[in-house]
């Protein structure tokens, strides 16, 4: 029995630092821009498309379309989000899911912080 649950945290350790890009390439279509300090990466979830679970550093999206998401935060229940085009969000660390719930695809620009300044 300890040997399953050893396996297990293991494997929970593995889904919690799966990079996006990794993970799912297909989703994650492009890495804009990287450097020291941020990564910037164009995303497209189609219709009922699943992004596997992932994780990210505290980050920003920028909405290029509207949709409507099924997000599942690594131990809280699923919540449903609907984005507008043109919407920002300041998301912190996570490690989560999503869907796209909708019938249109769904488009982000997805800006992780590596670093935070200290220059004034």
Known sequence: MSLLLGLFLILSAQVRAQDPVTVAPNIYKKVLLEND???VMQFELAP???VPWHSH???FVY???DGKLEITDKGKPAVIAEI???E???LVATTHMAK???ETPIQFIVTELKT???KK
Do not use: C, M, W
Request: hydrophobic letters at 35%.
């Open 37 to 39: 300090n941020v990564r």
């Open 48 to 50: 009922q498309e699943t």
């Open 57 to 59: 550093p505290d980050h």
């Open 63 to 65: 909405a290029i379309t």
């Open 84 to 86: 507008k085009a043109g």
């Open 88 to 90: 920002a969000l300041y």
């Open 100 to 102: 796209n719930i909708g």
């Open 116 to 118: 935070i300044s200290t």
